[in-house]
């Protein structure tokens, strides 16, 4: 009987992504896979077939088996769906205390602030930075939101202090990226502190970041610098709610379908949450297919994917590590390249290789640095390649250059200009294309 309920559900979670773009269908599959999962006691994927159906009489009976945490964030969809003010910051306020409970600071920080509790909201960014302190960027990005948030409670002498921290601080990590040959990561810190210095006021301070700012892209892009200082403060709080929940994808993929933070899609949330617990105590031939589901999955996420996609990355099992390339391939930016340099030196050649294609598949500005770096040093992000003569590499990264309509004149002049080898691979690339 359990082996046939196990089979029901594995054939409507796959069948969830068929059904992402029809919502009244997924919401009778959500209804199914929630009696299923509480016929075999799977109380968290119950509570997550709960949460999408926003069904308040599942919530509440599920929840007396469930960490506080799960509760915290029925209580954060609670909120969502109340229209009094008083009634939502009332929800959120439990939801914050419940957090509390797990000492997760930055979560119960964040509600107590939309509830307007903002004296509790900066005792608990001051907790988040004292749990955070061995790290200096999220340490930093605490300050940002205490500062914040004393600023909110006119406790200026309060503000301040913690903006002059967060400054410090951002900029001793950029210091810190600049050195280890890592630009656009310093450059993204120097535009927090242009930002929040904009915030505070401070056109002296918020000119020199910006300096340093453009310095940092400018050796990161070269010739083709073309991005505009980062507008990075609108993200501070999601990036520090994956950091405390340590990019574990079960708790991140919970934050999706709970969080007013997070942009992916309900369907897709409700799709990769309940593969990421699927894993959860399954044989390791199940686990490797179930993680190589989600790796793909997590694809279509965006952006917000790369902390789970990064920690995936890290499996035992290559075709885990696969999907994972696969994946990194459909989200071009930066970190995204860094990780796929660091799969070039992969013991298995098919996820080396797997790499490479999605290295040549990158277009737009943001990976241009990246990839001049890793057409001239065949290093980038502290990615290396056993051997920098490697045609195949090289060629990728002549293909996102290729493709990439901001380095045309850049092609044009390796064409004309560049060494034999270079004008060999991107004639070769051009000729490609071209068939």
């Known amino acids: 009987m359990l082996g046939q309920l196990a089979d029901a559900q594995a054939v409507l979670v796959a069948g969830l992504r068929l059904a992402r773009d029809l919502p009244e269908q ?33 919530m509440n009976a599920i929840e007396v088996r469930v960490p506080p945490r799960d509760r915290a964030r029925s209580w954060v969809l609670r909120a969502r769906g109340v229209a009094n003010e008083d009634d939502r910051a ?37 907790s988040a930075a004292r749990a955070v302190g061995r790290f200096p960027y999220a340490l930093a990005l605490c300050r940002v939101n205490e500062a914040r948030t004393a600023q909110r409670l006119a406790r200026m002498g309060v503000a301040n202090a913690a903006f002059e921290r967060a400054v410090e601080l951002l900029r001793a990590t950029a210091a810190h990226h600049a050195r280890n040959g890592q630009p656009d990561i310093a450059a993204d810190c120097h535009g927090l502190v242009v930002e929040v210095a904009e915030a505070w006021e401070r056109p002296s301070l918020a000119d020199e970041a910006r300096r340093d700012c453009e310095r940092e892209l400018e050796r990161d892009l070269g010739v083709l610098q073309s991005e505009s200082v980062g507008t990075r403060a609108a993200t501070v709080t999601r990036e520090l709610l994956a950091w405390e929940n340590a990019w574990d994808i079960t708790e991140v993929t919970a934050d999706w379908m709970t969080s007013s933070r997070s942009d992916v899609a309900p369907a897709l949330a409700f799709e ?67 990780a ?83 004008r060999r691979l991107m004639g070769e690339v051009l000729g490609a294309g071209e068939g």
Request: hydrophobic share 45%; with cysteine.
């Open 26 to 58: 997924l919401l009778v599959m959500a209804q199914e896979l929630g009696s299923l999962f509480e016929r075999t006691r799977d109380t968290s994927a119950a509570l997550s077939c709960a949460w999408h159906s926003l069904d308040l009489e599942r």
């Open 90 to 126: 009332r929800c959120l306020v439990k939801a914050a205390t419940l957090f509390a409970q797990e000492r997760r600071w930055v979560h119960a920080a964040d509600l107590w602030g939309q509830a307007g509790e903002l004296q509790r909201a900066l005792e608990g960014w001051q």
């Open 272 to 338: 990769l949450r309940l593969l990421a617990l699927e894993i959860e105590g399954k044989p390791s031939g199940a686990v490797v297919y179930a993680l190589s589901r989600l790796a793909h999955g997590l694809g279509d996420a965006g952006y917000e994917a790369l902390g789970p996609l990064e920690v995936l990355s890290r499996r035992r099992s290559s075709a885990v590590r696969i999907a994972v390339a696969r994946s990194l391939g459909r989200l071009p930016c930066r970190r995204s390249l860094r």
């Open 340 to 422: 796929l340099t660091r799969a070039l030196d992969d013991t298995d050649p098919a996820v080396v290789k797997e790499a490479q294609k999605s290295i040549a598949a990158m277009r737009g500005p943001k990976v241009l640095g990246g990839v001049l770096t890793l057409i001239g040093t065949g290093t980038y992000g502290r990615g290396f390649r056993r051997d920098a003569s490697m045609d195949a590499t090289r060629r990728a990264a002549f293909s996102a250059l290729a493709g990439t309509e901001e380095a045309a004149q850049l092609v044009s002049w390796i064409l004309e200009h560049g060494g034999q080898s270079d």
